[in-house]
Nanobody, 122 residues
Framework: QVQLQESGPGLVKPSQTLSLTCTVSGGSITATYYHWSWIRQPPGKGLEWIGYIRNNGNAYYSPALKSRTSISRDTSKNQFILQLSSVTPEDTAVYYC??????????????WGQGTQVSVSS
């Protein structure tokens, strides 16, 4: 059973870059069939997909956040990393890293990290 754990600062100042790391155990981030997403949930709102990195290292982003988002990976540490630049208080949310299965017709968010609260405030 794969496990995911988010880590990073809980408080970021406006205009700075938010950086979160997801450490994966129990499975390789380069394994066939699985990909790796970031999802967030602002207070009082629904889940928002940020983007994902495929097992081959290619990354794809939500159009709404694409200009500010970068997802990368460190295969030696079995980690993938989210960077969100020029943050505002609207980026305050619980951020989740998620093991993702994508087929031609479905997307399955298979395993979730526990989530980490990030607040944007001066």
């Amino acid at each position: 059973q794969v496990q995911l754990q988010e880590s990073g600062p809980g408080l970021v100042k406006p205009s700075q870059t938010l950086s979160l790391t997801c450490t994966v155990s129990g499975g390789s981030i380069t394994a066939t069939y699985y990909h790796w997403s970031w999802i967030r949930q602002p207070p009082g709102k629904g889940l928002e997909w940020i983007g994902y990195i495929r097992n081959n290292g290619n990354a794809y982003y939500s159009p709404a956040l694409k200009s500010r988002t970068s997802i990368s990976r460190d295969t030696s540490k079995n980690q993938f990393i989210l960077q969100l630049s020029s943050v505002t208080p609207e980026d305050t949310a619980v951020y989740y890293c998620v093991q993702t299965v994508i087929t031609f017709t479905t997307i399955d968010f298979a395993s979730w990290g526990q989530g980490t609260q990030v607040s944007v405030s001066s």
